[in-house]
C-alpha cells in the first residue's frame, strides 16, 4: 500500500476536469482522479447520489489503486465529497485541499432549486441547464476553456446529473467539523467564482486550526481548469507539505 493524491470532481463534472493536474504531478506522487458515481461512464448510485455515497466511491477507487492513505482534493461538489470523506474515513486522509467549495448546507429555497434542476434534467437532459452552467468559469474566461467545461457536462447521463443535484440538497452541515481537522490543509478560492464567492470560502480556512489560504486571482469556479498552472503550483507545494513530495530550496 501506498500513500498518494486523490482528486474529487465539481458538479456535473467528471474527473477530466484534473486532466493539467494529472499530467504535472502522477508520474512523482501516485495519483486517483475519481468519476463520482454516475459520472464519467462510471456506475451510477441510484436516484439520489448522497455525499455519503460518493464518500464511498472515493475509498473504493483508494483499495483500488493499492492507495493506503492520500492528500484528498476536492473542487465545489468535490469538497462536501471530501468533508464526508473526512468525517466517515479520516484515517485514511493525510492532508486536504478544499477547493472553491463551502462547508455549509443550502437553505430551503437552494434545496428545492436542486430538487426542480434534477427534474428538469431528467426531462430535457443535461443541455437544459448548460446556460446556467456558464458560472462555472469566470467572465474572463477563454473561450476554449468553456467549451471544454460545455464538452464535459453535456457527456454526463442526466441520471446522475439528477442524483448528484439530489444529493448535494440533503448534504449536512460540515461547519461543525472544521475545528477537529488536524491534518494541513489548503483552502483554494478565486476572485471570479460567480458560485461560490471568496467570502464564502474564505472562513473555512479560519476554522480549520492551520489551515493555510489561497486566493487565485482572476480564475472562476473551476479554478483548476482555468488557471492550471497556478493550481497545480499551489496543489505541489501543499503536497510537499505533506511529506509527498521533496520539499525544494
Ligand atoms: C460544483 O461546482 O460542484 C457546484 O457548483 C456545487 C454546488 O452546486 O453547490
Redesign the pocket.
Known amino acids: 500500500m501506498t500513500d498518494g493524491l486523490l482528486l474529487v470532481h465539481?458538479?456535473p463534472m467528471d474527473a477530466s476536469m484534473w486532466e493539467e493536474q494529472v499530467r504535472a504531478i502522477a508520474d512523482r506522487v501516485p495519483c486517483v482522479a475519481v468519476d463520482l458515481p454516475g459520472f464519467g461512464g462510471s456506475d451510477p448510485a441510484g436516484e439520489v447520489m448522497t455525499m455519503a455515497v460518493a464518500a464511498e466511491r472515493c475509498t473504493d477507487e483508494l483499495d483500488r489503486a493499492g492507495m493506503n492513505r492520500a492528500v484528498v482534493c476536492g473542487l465545489?461538489?468535490?469538497g462536501y465529497v471530501t468533508l464526508e470523506l473526512w468525517r466517515r474515513h479520516r484515517d485514511r486522509i493525510l492532508g486536504l485541499v478544499l477547493a472553491n467549495t463551502r462547508a455549509e448546507p443550502d437553505a430551503e429555497e437552494g434545496r428545492k432549486r436542486r430538487r426542480e434542476v434534477a427534474d428538469l434534467v431528467l426531462a430535457e437532459g443535461p443541455a437544459a441547464i448548460l446556460d446556467s452552467m456558464r458560472a462555472?468559469v469566470s467572465l474572463d474566461a477563454a473561450t476554449e476553456t468553456w467549451e471544454r467545461v460545455a464538452d464535459i457536462v453535456m457527456r454526463q447521463p442526466a441520471e446522475a446529473v439528477a442524483a448528484a443535484s439530489r444529493g448535494?440538497a440533503e448534504r449536512p452541515d460540515s461547519r461543525p467539523d472544521l475545528p477537529g481537522i488536524d491534518v494541513p490543509t489548503l483552502v483554494i478560492t478565486s476572485s471570479g467564482d460567480r458560485?461560490?464567492a471568496q467570502d464564502t470560502s474564505a472562513p473555512m480556512a479560519e476554522a480549520i486550526p492551520e489551515a493555510e489560504l489561497a486566493v487565485i486571482e482572476g480564475a472562476g469556479?473551476l479554478s483548476n481548469m482555468e488557471q492550471p498552472e497556478e493550481f497545480t503550483r499551489l496543489l505541489e507545494i501543499h503536497l510537499e507539505r505533506c511529506g509527498l513530495l521533496p520539499a525544494v530550496g
Open positions: 465539481a458538479f465545489s461538489m468535490g462555472l448535494m458560485l461560490i469556479h
